[in-house]
C-alpha cells in the first residue's frame, strides 16, 4: 500500500498547473526524505513482521529514489526549456540619442560590436560637436570619444576591442574605451570599411566616388588594390566590403552607372582569385551566423540563407524589417548586425525629403524655393534669378541637375543622363553651366547652354576623375579638381584654359589634398582647401601665381566661397557652421579679419557645398533636412529566431 505521502508527493508532481507543481528538484528531494523518515503514517498497513517492514521500507526507499531521479531531470529539463524560450525570444527597443544631442545627418553612421555587447554611433551634442559615442546596450547612457570629430563610416575590430573610421581626409582607429586616435593612412573620401580576423582592413570610395577596393594593415601602411574593376561589366564602383568568417573571402558591391543590369553582391578574395556573384541586388550587404546575407530590397530588410563554405544561397530571401532606411546614392541601408544575433537598424525606407530653403546671416528663415525633394549643392546664377542644384531620384540612386527660376519658385529639368550629374558651376555671364557627369564610368567635365536647348558638351574627359569647381570672372579659365588613379599626390588643383589650345595645367598639384578651387570676384586671387597641416585649412594664393600663401580659417574649414564683392570669405567649419571672415585685398598681399560663426548647417551625405551667398552676402540659399537626427534606432536582439519559424 502506497503512503498517503507520496501519493501527495507524486501527484503535487504531476499538477496540470506548473504553478502548483514542485518548482526546484531541491524541494522534491525534501518531501522524499520526510516520507521516507515516516514523517506521515497515517493509513499505512500494521507490519506483519520486521523483516518484511524492512523490505517494504527498503523498496520504497528505491523508488523514491528513482522517482527523485527522474521528477528532477524533468523539473530541471522543463526549467531548461522554459528558459531557453525565454532567452531566445526576438526583443526589440529603440536607442535615443544621448541628452541633448542629435544623431548626425539623415543617414547616421553607427556600427553594433561583434560580440552584440555595444553600439557605437556619431552624434552632436551640446557643444555642436560630432563625435564617436559607444553605449553597452545593458546601460543607460553612452560615452563620447575625444578626438573623434567629424568621424563617419564606423567599423569594429573583430575582437571588439577597436573602431575604426574616417576623418579628416584619413583612415583612423581608436580604443572603443577611449584613448588617442591613430592614423592608420591618408585616404580620399571612402565607404565604410570592414576588419578581418587577421588584421586587414578594407575600405571603398566616398558615396558618389568611382574605383575598387582597397586594403590596409590593421597596424597602418600604404594602402593597396584588393579588387579589381571588371571593364566586360563596366563597372565603375565596388563598395561596402564585409568579410566572411573564414578571413579572405569579403562580401561587396559591384556597380556600372551605364549597365544597371550587371550591378550586384559579389564575393572577392584576399588572393585575387575571381570574383562570384552571389545576389542580383543594388544593396550594401552584410554577413551574420549561423548563415544569412542581409541587404535592403525597396525599403525591407531582407535575409538571404547562405553557406560561407561553398559560397551559395539558398531558398528565397525572407523580410526582417519594414521601412529601413536607405541611402539611394550611396546604396547602403543604414543597419548594423553583430555575430549572436543582435541587429541595429534606422525607420524610413528613405530619408525625408530636404527643401532649399533661403537663411540670412542668424540661420533665420526667409523662405522657401520650390518643393522638397533630395537636393544637394545648389548655386545661383551671377544676377541671382536662377539656381541651378542637383535632385536625386531615391529608388534608383541617379541624380540630374535641375534648374530654378527664383521669382517664381518653379523647376526645369537641365539634364537626362542616367548617370549621375552633380557639382555645376555657372559661367561668369550665367548662359553656361559646367557640371560632372559620371557617364563614362567616372567623373569628367560637361558644359551645356543654360537655357537647356543646346546639347551638351564634353570639355574635358582622361584617364582620371575630373570635377569643375569654379569659373573666373573673365571666363578665361575654369578651375577643377582631379584625381588620377594610383597617383601620390590624391586630389588635386588644376586649371583648364578656355581659350587657345585648351591644354590643362597642375596649379596646386602635392603629397596632400587641395580641394574646393574659388576665383576671387577680380580672379586674381584662388581660396582652397587642404589638409597640409593635418587638418583641413582654407587658404588664399594668387594666381596665376607666383606668391605667397595665407591661411584664413583658425580652428579647421573647407569648401570656401567669396561674396560677390570679394570682402568676405565664407567657408564651413568643422562643426558644419558657416564661418564668415573678412578679407581686404591689397594687390599682392592680403589682409585676414577674425572668423565669426554664421549658422548651422544640415547638409546631406554626399560631398560638395550645399549653400550658396547671394549677392551682398545678406542670405544664403541653403539645403536643409527635414528631420532633426532624433529618430531612434531599432534594437532586435534574437533576429535570427523569427526566421526559423514554420511559414
Not at 33 to 46: H, M, R
Not at 162 to 167: H, I, N, T
Not at 183 to 196: I, K
Not at 278 to 293: F, I, K, M, N
Amino acid at each position: 500500500m502506497t503512503p498517503p505521502a507520496l501519493d501527495r508527493v507524486v501527484k503535487t508532481c504531476l499538477a496540470k498547473d506548473a504553478d502548483e507543481r514542485w518548482q526546484t528538484a531541491h524541494d522534491l528531494k525534501l518531501q522524499l526524505q520526510w516520507v521516507l523518515e515516516a514523517g506521515s503514517q497515517a493509513g499505512v498497513a500494521a507490519p506483519v513482521v520486521a523483516r518484511r517492514k524492512i523490505r517494504e521500507r527498503l523498496a520504497w526507499a528505491l523508488a523514491a529514489v528513482a522517482l527523485l531521479a527522474v521528477v528532477g531531470v524533468g523539473v530541471v529539463a522543463r526549467q531548461y526549456a522554459r528558459r531557453a524560450r525565454e532567452m531566445s525570444r526576438v526583443v526589440r527597443s529603440s536607442v535615443l540619442p544621448p541628452e541633448n544631442s542629435t544623431f548626425l545627418g539623415v543617414f547616421p553612421g553607427m556600427a553594433v560590436s561583434p560580440d552584440g555587447r555595444r553600439l557605437a554611433f556619431v552624434s552632436r551634442g551640446a557643444n555642436e560637436k560630432a563625435l564617436i559615442w559607444v553605449r553597452a546596450l545593458d546601460s543607460l547612457s553612452a560615452q563620447p570619444l575625444a578626438g573623434t570629430d567629424s568621424a563617419f563610416h564606423l567599423f569594429w575590430s573583430p575582437d571588439n576591442r577597436f573602431l575604426g573610421f574616417y576623418a579628416d581626409g584619413k583612415l583612423k582607429r581608436i580604443e572603443a574605451s577611449g584613448g588617442p586616435a591613430l592614423t592608420l593612412c591618408d585616404v580620399a573620401q571612402v565607404s565604410a570599411g570592414n576588419w578581418s580576423r587577421e588584421g586587414t582592413i578594407l575600405f571603398g570610395p566616398a558615396a558618389t566616388g568611382t574605383g575598387p577596393l582597397y586594403r590596409v594593415s590593421a597596424a597602418g601602411g600604404a594602402p593597396s588594390p584588393a579588387t579589381k574593376l571588371d571593364e566586360s561589366r563596366r563597372e565603375v564602383t565596388h563598395r561596402w566590403p564585409w568579410f566572411l568568417p573564414d578571413g579572405r573571402h569579403f562580401l561587396y558591391l559591384a556597380r556600372s552607372l551605364s549597365s544597371p543590369e550587371n550591378n550586384g553582391i559579389y564575393v572577392g578574395s584576399l588572393d585575387g582569385k575571381e570574383p562570384k556573384l552571389v545576389l542580383r541586388e543594388d544593396s550594401s550587404a552584410a554577413y551574420a551566423p549561423p548563415g544569412y546575407l542581409l541587404f535592403v530590397r525597396q525599403g525591407t530588410l531582407m535575409a538571404q540563407r547562405f553557406d560561407a563554405g561553398s559560397l551559395e544561397v539558398a531558398g528565397e530571401a525572407f523580410p526582417l524589417a519594414e521601412q529601413v532606411r536607405f541611402n539611394g546614392v550611396a546604396r547602403r541601408g543604414v543597419f548594423s548586425v553583430s555575430d549572436n544575433g543582435v541587429l541595429v537598424y534606422l525607420g524610413g525606407a528613405t530619408a525625408g525629403p530636404a527643401q532649399l530653403l533661403w537663411l540670412d546671416r542668424a540661420g533665420k528663415q526667409l523662405g522657401a524655393l520650390g518643393d522638397p525633394g533630395f537636393y544637394g549643392v545648389p548655386r545661383l546664377s551671377p544676377d541671382g534669378a536662377r539656381a541651378v542644384a542637383y535632385a536625386l531620384d531615391p529608388q534608383t540612386g541617379n541624380a540630374d541637375l535641375w534648374l530654378y527660376d527664383v521669382a517664381r519658385g518653379i523647376r526645369t529639368r537641365f539634364t537626362f543622363d542616367p548617370a549621375i550629374e552633380n557639382l555645376p558651376v555657372w559661367s561668369p555671364d550665367g548662359s553656361r553651366i559646367a557640371f560632372a557627369s559620371s557617364r563614362t564610368g567616372q567623373f569628367d567635365i560637361y558644359q551645356k547652354a543654360s537655357t537647356g536647348a543646346a546639347t551638351e558638351e564634353l570639355l574635358l574627359g582622361t584617364e582620371a576623375g575630373e570635377w569643375p569647381a569654379s569659373w573666373s570672372s573673365d571666363g578665361r579659365y575654369l578651375a577643377y579638381n582631379r584625381q588620377a588613379p594610383g597617383a601620390k599626390t590624391r586630389y588635386d588643383i588644376w586649371i583648364l584654359p578656355l581659350f587657345g589650345d585648351r591644354k590643362p595645367f597642375p596649379f596646386l598639384q602635392t603629397q596632400f589634398e587641395e580641394l574646393g578651387a574659388e576665383f576671387s570676384p577680380d580672379g586674381r586671387w584662388l581660396a582652397y582647401f587642404s589638409d597640409e597641416s593635418g587638418r583641413q585649412e582654407v587658404y588664399l594664393v594668387p594666381f596665376p601665381g607666383p606668391g605667397g600663401k595665407w591661411q584664413v580659417s583658425t580652428a579647421g574649414g573647407a569648401r570656401p566661397q567669396w561674396r560677390r564683392d570679394g570682402r568676405e570669405l565664407f567657408y564651413l567649419g568643422p562643426d558644419d557652421k558657416v564661418i564668415a571672415v573678412p578679407v581686404k585685398l591689397l594687390g599682392s598681399t592680403v589682409e585676414i579679419g577674425v572668423p565669426q560663426p554664421l549658422w548651422q548647417t544640415t547638409p546631406p551625405p554626399v560631398p560638395g557645398r550645399h549653400w550658396d551667398a547671394a549677392a551682398g552676402g545678406q542670405r544664403f540659399l541653403t539645403v536643409a533636412s527635414s528631420e532633426t537626427g532624433t529618430v531612434p534606432f531599432t534594437l532586435v536582439v534574437n533576429w535570427p529566431t523569427e526566421l526559423d519559424r514554420p511559414r
